[in-house]
């Protein structure tokens, strides 16, 4: 055991050699970082080994598990928790340092900033299609990811502290194509595990989600303010429900897969 | 060489998993001409083993590629099929009926789109499915325009239109919803291009107004909504094509 290991950055990796010695390089303010190798068939694991020894290899089939994996590798006392295609910088390192010092409370949420190509979005992400923030940095042993494929739930037991005020950076698609296939890769998942559940609610409850969640963000989360990039955000997030609801309706149910 | 009348032909990108299914289904044509776009995988291998007239290269534009094709029939009547979709042999009598006395110049031949297994026969259109279209012709009375997806056809000065053909042909179009939703990504892509290329890309207020009567056309006037989900899903594409293409020319470039 080394009583020394503060903080932890946890980093969860399948097949990312184009954005993770970018992501790593500045994560140098950790007491250690532990990254979990899932599936990798590219450069990955190379790239990892230069920045640390602490790799976790292995195959999860759930999105939860394999953070928990992370989780439970880790050392520090606090965690923190990134993705490779988010970058950290100076100024949030010292943020971070600053509430391990300081901060009360034991789960902090970190503002995200989500650039689509070199363009920074500020409004309008949400609906399981983008995150404004999320809950980065806690003290270990207060949050458990639970086992869905896609957007698990968190349990979160700790004392919930004061938003961190610096932005992560995340680099979220490259353009309106990217956006395209990630609704079809979550939808896919969120679809199976809309099976597996037994529970794919209908179609007009998830039609009714189309205007409810395009409104939420488009106008309420102010999507509008971001010329043609907030529109397709919402447009995502609104279909997001109907897509993965027909594809469990259609395609999995029964736990057949439908063509192939 | 034989009297060559009726010359079917297909062109292909990398289409080595359907070509033999396609091509073994045009053995009524006098010739099959193959023209083969950038293929890497083993499509020329397929092609050549069911005919000699196979034609390689490389076209920017799917107007120019078909036109290609199409100068290469020696025929005085083509008929042209994708790889993905299939003639039966009753289709194939029918065409050689046809050529055979119709007193016009081309004619329309009625599709059956295949997602999966699943026969979806009500709610395409508006550039995400065909529902029919003119596959059977009189040789020099078609051509493409020069458009990346969708070409305009032009029709030579005069040419008459015949009855549409009893039989259909199968096309198996997307083998999931994935599958719809990749093609509506490379088709908005491509007609981006096309739309920077005119310098026109239209407006966000005029797409956003498409998307919903392109829905109501495919889903209620189609009948999409007899598919079921389906049936939502292409009207949804269809709607959602022309601002998706709008938006990519608006703020993406070629690169």
């Given at each position: ?22 992501c790593?390089?500045g ?18 694991k ?12 292995g ?37 971070i ?8 409370g ?53 004392r919930?502290?004061?938003d961190?005020?610096t ?9 309106i ?10 939808t ?7 099976a ?38 919402a ?26 | ?29 006098d ?12 499509s ?22 078909r036109?290609?094709?199409?100068g ?5 009547w083509?008929?042209e099929?994708?790889?993905d ?95 719809m ?14 739309l ?24 209620f ?35």
């Amino acid at each position: 055991m080394s009583e020394d290991v503060l903080l932890s950055a946890l980093i969860v990796v399948h097949n990312e050699e184009t954005q993770l010695a970018d992501c790593l390089e500045g994560l140098t303010f950790a007491d250690e970082i532990v990254i979990v190798l899932d599936k990798c068939t590219d450069g990955s694991k190379a790239i990892a080994g230069k920045f640390t020894d602490r790799l976790i290899e292995g195959a999860w089939e759930l999105e939860g598990e394999r953070r928990n994996a992370g989780i439970e590798a880790c050392r520090g006392t606090w965690i923190f928790e990134i993705d490779a295609d988010e970058r950290a910088s100076l100024e949030l390192a010292e943020k971070i340092q600053a509430v391990l010092t300081a901060g009360e409370g034991d789960i902090f949420n970190i503002p995200v900033e989500n650039y689509v190509g070199g363009r920074l979005i500020r409004h309008g992400w949400g609906g399981l299609f983008g995150k404004n923030g999320y809950p980065g940095l806690f003290r270990r042993g207060v949050k458990v990811w639970g086992p869905e494929r896609v957007h698990p739930h968190l349990h979160v037991t700790g004392r919930q502290g004061q938003d961190l005020k610096t932005p992560i950076i995340h680099y979220v698609d490259r353009g309106i194509s990217d956006m395209l296939l990630r609704l079809d890769r979550c939808t896919t998942l969120r679809a199976r595990d809309l099976a597996e559940s037994g529970d794919i609610s209908s179609f007009p409850n998830m039609v009714r989600k189309i205007f409810s969640r395009f409104w939420k963000c488009y106008v309420t989360r102010q999507g509008y303010r971001e010329n043609g990039y907030g529109f397709v955000i919402a447009l995502c997030a609104a279909l997001y429900p109907v897509l993965s609801h027909l594809k469990a309706a259609l395609e999995y149910s029964g736990g057949e897969e439908n063509g192939g | 060489m034989a009297d060559i009348r009726l010359s079917a032909v297909i062109s292909v990108h990398n289409e080595e998993a359907q070509l033999a299914d396609c091509l073994e289904g045009l053995t009524f044509a006098d010739e099959i001409v193959v023209l083969l776009d950038k293929c890497t995988d083993t499509s020329g291998d397929i092609a050549r083993r069911f005919t000699e007239r196979v034609i390689d290269g490389a076209w920017a534009i799917e107007g120019d590629r078909r036109n290609a094709g199409i100068g290469a029939c020696r025929g005085a009547w083509v008929f042209e099929i994708d790889a993905d979709e299939r003639a039966s042999g009753d289709l194939g009598r029918e065409i050689r009926d046809v050529i055979a006395d119709t007193p016009y110049d081309w004619h329309e031949i009625l599709v059956d789109n295949y997602i999966g297994g699943k026969l979806v026969r009500w709610g395409w259109g508006a550039s995400y499915g065909k529902a029919a279209y003119p596959g059977l012709f009189k040789k020099d009375v078609k051509v493409w325009g020069d458009a990346r997806v969708h070409p305009p056809l032009k029709w030579a000065d005069g040419a008459k239109k015949g009855p549409q053909l009893r039989n259909r042909i199968r096309h198996f179009v997307d083998r999931d919803i994935s599958d719809m939703i990749r093609r509506l990504d490379s088709y908005s892509t491509a007609r981006a291009k096309d739309l920077r290329q005119s310098g026109d890309i239209g407006t966000m207020g005029n797409n956003v107004r498409r998307l919903f009567s392109r829905f109501i056309k495919c889903y209620f006037f189609r009948r999409g909504y007899r598919e079921g989900g389906y049936g939502f899903l292409i009207a949804l594409f269809a709607g959602l094509f022309p601002i998706l293409s709008h938006l990519k020319a608006k703020l993406e470039d070629d690169s």
